[in-house]
Every structure is written in structure tokens, then in C-alpha cells.
């Protein structure tokens, strides 16, 4: 039905105000519909706080609506156990609502069966409404729970023809102040922010966000900077990350270099490091390195900016799960110019990485296009 998909639509913004605020668990977003209107809504807004479900619930308490005979839609299967809540299968089979629509089921075995459980005490149950974007707001959360690692995204900013700086290598800068301002909210939502040893040494970047006060992330902790690199900066290096934060700084590096004396140095700063192995192309096998910064520093997400070569890197080792590229209305057309995307081999059009298109948005005098792997 049309407007099965209209309610799911605003369960689906309302999932994305948990952005930032409820990792580890999954974004969620439920609204209550009576005689064909919305009544009510809520989303899961914090970790270990209620889940969309029970927020919805206290909304429609709060508004003096009866729920009996109401119908509710839910991006996710109402979880199933009892974890740092009550089910919330057991609470809206008590609460009287009549139909359940789900989005997508809970690909979690451990909370999931709430479906199951709703049909049994009787009420009607519908899934899949608009599924595919119900499962792309739990992507995250899906990759980290089954694979053992952090759920990537790569943000590039280009030109149309696809450059992230001139010859000379000048980004500055490419996209627009609202795009800029949209990347330290993307950094507020993760635990992590991934550059290559090339950005590290000619940006000095900070990778922290910087957020007006006003902003609802901006209390959110500071991400860890991770950098990916054989070629280790000096342990008293003038650079920002080395002077104000090593002990929130990871490097990624080969396994000689971690056990070299300058590794050893770093180490004595309060910056950590993880040795990895060479993968079969001779580049860091970067998996390694990305789930000891899921298991040894709770990096659930993370965002890497950078540069083209690192992109490449992690596109050819198959760890990219979502794309964030920003389009400025700019065009180099020089072919020395440096590309969003290098290092790779690709004899054939068939070869190449394929993905779809999750999202497409203006920011500012940007384009922000979001991509997921088609695998």
C-alpha cells in the first residue's frame, strides 16, 4: 500500500536523528497511525535508553491517544530479549496495537523472533515495507555485529570529472562551507576518522569535529584518528595530532616498522600502533588493523577521508560499505590532477567495483551522493 510506504518513509527520518547517538545498537524509528493519520512517533534516541517503540508508545501517552486498534510502523523488528531493555515485542503485544509493520527483520539471532511472537498473540504482522531502506539504516550496525570489524565510510570531496586536488596537490577547497560543516557532523557520529600517511604529512590534519554549540553532536566525545602509513612520523613531529592528542592517535602500519625504534618512540608518546601484514599486492592487509580497532578501542564506525591512494586501498580489499561523495560544480580537466581513486589495476568496465545509489542531496552548492556496494 501507498501509504504503508509514506509512514515508513517518516519512520526512516526519524531512525536517522539517532545518528551519532545510540551506536552501538542500530538506528531505529517507529510512528503509530490511527484512522489513516499519524498520532504518534519516536525513534531510539540514546544507547541504553528506550527503543523507538516504547518512545512512540509514551508519545501517544503523552497526547492522550488511545492505542487500541492502532497501527504501528517500525524500521526493525521489535528486538525479542531482554538486553539493557524489556522486549519491546512483549510491550506492544500488552500495549492493545492491532497491526505491526516492519521494515526489515533483526538480523541479530539473539534479539531477534519479535515478528514471530506478535503473530502469536495475535496481531497482524506485515514485513518489507520498503526493506532495502531499512536495511541501509541498519548497515552499520549489521557489519559490526557479524564481521568483527568497523562499518567503513569513505568520504571524498571532487570535482565532477572526479579530482580531489590540482597537480600541484591544492585541495583547498573543493567543496562548499555547508558540505564542510555537513563532514564534522559525519565525525560527531563516529568513533574513528582514517587518513593515509600523505594527508597526515601535507594537511596536519586535526580530525576532530568542530561543531557550534548549539549543534546536538557537538557533545559528543572526539573521534580517534587513525593513520595509515609505513613511512612513521618522528615521535616530537610538529604536527597537530602528535602535539595535542598521541594518546587518541592509532597507526596503521607494517609489522617491521611497529618493532623499529622509531615505532618504539611513538609507542612512549601515547600513540599506539598495529602491525600489519602485507596483503598479496604488496599494500597493508588492512583488515587485520580494523578489527583490532573494533575489539581493542571500540571503534564500531568509521570515516576515512583520505587520500585517493587509501581509497583505493580499501576499495581493492573490499572495506568500503558506503560511499559519501561530494560533488562541487567544478572541473579541473587536467589529467595530472589527483583522482579520488587510485592504485588499482582494472583491465575491464566489467571489473570495476559496482555499487548503487542510496541517496542523492543537495548541500549547499554541492551534490552529497551516497553509494552502497551492490555485494
Excluded at 497526547?63 to 531493555?85: Q, S, W
Excluded at 541498519?138 to 568483527?148: M, S
Aim: hydrophobic share 45%; glycine share 12%.
Amino acid at each position: 500500500m501507498a501509504s504503508d510506504a509514506a509512514f515508513m518513509a517518516r519512520a526512516l527520518e526519524l531512525a536517522e536523528r539517532g545518528r551519532g547517538f545510540v551506536t552501538p545498537n542500530p538506528r531505529v524509528g517507529a510512528v503509530l497511525v490511527k484512522d489513516g493519520a499519524m498520532v504518534a512517533a519516536g525513534w531510539h534516541k540514546v544507547f541504553g535508553g528506550p527503543h523507538a517503540e516504547v518512545e512512540c508508545l509514551r508519545d501517544a501517552e503523552a497526547r492522550g491517544i488511545d492505542v487500541a486498534g492502532t497501527t504501528m510502523y517500525v524500521t526493525l523488528e521489535p528486538c525479542n530479549h531482554f538486553g539493557k531493555t524489556p522486549p519491546c515485542s512483549r510491550t506492544l503485544l500488552e500495549s492493545g496495537v492491532a497491526r505491526v509493520v516492519i521494515g526489515c527483520l533483526d538480523p541479530n539471532p539473539v534479539a531477534g523472533g519479535g515478528a514471530e511472537l506478535l503473530r502469536q498473540g495475535g496481531v497482524a504482522v506485515t514485513v518489507g515495507i520498503m526493506e532495502q531502506e531499512c536495511r541501509d539504516a541498519i548497515a552499520d550496525f549489521v557489519i559490526y555485529k557479524t564481521l568483527g570489524r568497523p562499518a567503513v565510510t569513505l568520504k571524498l570531496a571532487m570535482t565532477l570529472d572526479g579530482r580531489i586536488a590540482t597537480r600541484t596537490g591544492d585541495s583547498g577547497w573543493v567543496s562548499c562551507a555547508a558540505s564542510r560543516q555537513r563532514v564534522h557532523r559525519m565525525r560527531a557520529g563516529v568513533q574513528a576518522v582514517l587518513v593515509g600517511g600523505g594527508t597526515l604529512r601535507a594537511d596536519d590534519p586535526r580530525l576532530t569535529h568542530r561543531l557550534d554549540a548549539d549543534d546536538a553532536l557537538a557533545g559528543n566525545p572526539q573521534p580517534q584518528a587513525v593513520v595509515v602509513t609505513r613511512r612513521l612520523p618522528a615521535a616530537k613531529a610538529p604536527l597537530a595530532l602528535m602535539r595535542h592528542r598521541p594518546e587518541a592517535l592509532v597507526i596503521l602500519t607494517g609489522t617491521a616498522q611497529a618493532a623499529s625504534a622509531a615505532g618504539t618512540a611513538l609507542t612512549k608518546e601515547g600513540v599506539r600502533l598495529f602491525g600489519l601484514p602485507d596483503a598479496p599486492d604488496g599494500s597493508l592487509d588492512l583488515l587485520p588493523g580494523l578489527r583490532r580497532l573494533r575489539e581493542e578501542a571500540n571503534v564500531y564506525t568509521i570515516l576515512c577521508e583520505g587520500g585517493g591512494g587509501l581509497a583505493g586501498t580499501l576499495l581493492g580489499q573490499g572495506l568500503v560499505d558506503e560511499l559519501a561523495v561530494f560533488y562541487a560544480p567544478k572541473v579541473l580537466a587536467d589529467a595530472a590532477a589527483i583522482p579520488g581513486f587510485s592504485g588499482l589495476a582494472v583491465p575491464r568496465m566489467a571489473d570495476a567495483a559496482g555499487f548503487r545509489f542510496s541517496a542523492v542531496e543537495r548541500v549547499g552548492e554541492d551534490i552529497l551522493v551516497t553509494a552502497r556496494p551492490l555485494a
